[in-house]
C-alpha cells in the first residue's frame, strides 16, 4: 500500500502525517508554522520529507491558506504567510524533494475530505462552511468541488452583511460570525473582562445550561442562519455541512437547526427556496490533510 506525507499549514502550526490511501495514519505531529521567509519555510518542508523518506513516500500533499492555483502549485495569496504570495511553490519544491507535489487551499481541502469519505459523499450540490477565526468556505457542485474562475469561490468571510452600505471589512461575515465574535458578546453578558474567556469556556457554561452561554449561542445562530438562507437562495445546494473546532459541539448543531427552521418559519410557503440539511463535518484536525491527499489521488493524478 502506497504511503503520502501529508501537510497542513497553518498560521500557528504545521500539522503534517504520514497516510495511505485508506487515510491510515501511520505516524503524525506538527511543528511551529516558520515566518523567517519563505527559505526557511521550504527548509522545514524538506527536512519533513527527509525525515520520513524511509516510509517510501510517493507524493507530498499540503493544504495551505490562500487564493491557490490547485492544478500548477502557484500561490496568488497565502494568508498570513506573505512570503509565499507570487510564488510557485510546486516548482521551489520540485527543486530539493523527488516526488511529486501538489497544493490546496485549506477550506476547499476540507470539503473535499467530506466529499471523499464524510458528510459530502454521495452529495451532488453542497456548501461546507468553516468556522473560525473567520469564515472558511467551499462549494460542491456536480459531484465536485467548485474552485471558480478564478480559484476564490467560497470564500465566505468576505460576504457583507450590509448592502444597504458600500463594502466595509467592519461589516463582512467573518466579524459577524467568526468565534470570537460569539465569545466577546458572551463576556459582555456576564460581565467579564475582554479577551478574559474562550471558546471552551462559553460551551462548557452553555452544557452546563447557564442562560447567558445558550443566549449567546442563539444569536450567534441567528446570525449564521441568515447567511445560510442568503446562500440558499444563489446555490440550491442539498446539504450544508458545518465545520470547525465548534462544530463538535451538539448544542451549536442543535440550535442552529432549530433557529434557522423558527427564522424560515413564517415564509416557508411564500418563498422559491428549500432549506438545505445541515450536518456536522465528519472529519476534526485531519480534514484538511485528508482532502489534501483526495486532490492529489484523484484530481490531479
Known amino acids: 500500500m502506497a504511503n503520502y506525507l501529508t501537510v497542513d499549514v497553518g498560521g500557528t502550526n504545521i500539522k503534517y502525517a504520514v497516510m495511505n490511501d485508506k487515510i491510515e495514519i501511520l505516524e503524525k505531529g506538527e511543528i511551529p508554522t516558520p515566518y523567517e521567509g519563505l527559505e526557511v519555510f521550504i527548509d522545514t518542508i524538506v527536512e519533513l520529507y527527509k525525515k520520513y523518506e524511509s516510509f517510501g513516500i510517493e507524493a507530498l500533499a499540503m493544504s495551505a491558506p490562500g487564493k491557490i492555483d490547485a492544478n500548477n502549485g502557484y500561490f496568488y495569496t497565502s494568508g498570513a504567510l506573505k512570503y ?3 510564488v510557485n511553490l510546486k516548482d521551489r519544491l520540485a527543486e530539493r524533494i523527488p516526488v511529486p507535489f501538489a497544493v490546496e487551499n485549506d477550506a476547499k481541502a476540507a470539503a473535499l475530505a467530506e466529499l471523499w469519505m464524510g458528510s459530502m459523499h ?5 456548501s461546507v ?4 477565526t473567520g469564515i472558511g468556505g467551499a ?3 456536480g459531484g465536485k468541488l467548485y474552485r471558480g474562475s478564478t480559484f476564490a469561490a467560497g470564500e465566505y468571510s468576505c460576504v457583507s452583511s450590509r ?16 468565534v470570537g465574535h460569539m465569545v466577546e458578546a458572551y463576556e459582555k453578558m456576564v460581565n467579564a473582562e475582554k479577551g478574559s474567556l474562550n ?8 452544557n452546563e445550561g447557564q442562560p447567558e452561554a445558550l443566549k449567546a449561542i442563539e444569536d450567534y445562530c441567528k446570525c449564521l442562519a441568515t447567511a445560510i438562507i442568503s446562500l440558499q437562495t444563489i446555490l440550491d445546494v442539498q446539504r450544508v455541512s458545518i465545520g470547525g473546532g465548534i462544530s463538535r459541539q451538539p448544542v451549536l448543531l442543535d440550535t442552529l437547526k432549530r433557529v434557522i427552521n423558527e427564522i424560515n418559519a413564517p ?9 438545505p440539511d445541515i450536518q456536522p463535518c465528519s472529519f476534526g484536525n485531519d480534514a484538511n490533510m485528508i482532502g489534501a491527499l483526495y486532490h ?3 484530481e490531479l493524478k
Do not use: C, E
Open 122 to 126: 454521495g452529495i451532488t450540490n453542497g
Open 84 to 86: 509565499i504570495s507570487g
Open 199 to 206: 471558546g471552551r469556556d462559553l460551551f462548557t457554561k452553555a
Open 139 to 141: 462549494l460542491i457542485i
Open 296 to 298: 492529489y489521488l484523484y
Open 267 to 275: 415564509f416557508a410557503d411564500h418563498v422559491p427556496y428549500t432549506l
Open 129 to 132: 462552511i468553516v468556522l473560525g
Open 163 to 178: 448592502l444597504d452600505l458600500p463594502y466595509d471589512r467592519d461589516h463582512n461575515w467573518a466579524n459577524l460570525n467568526g
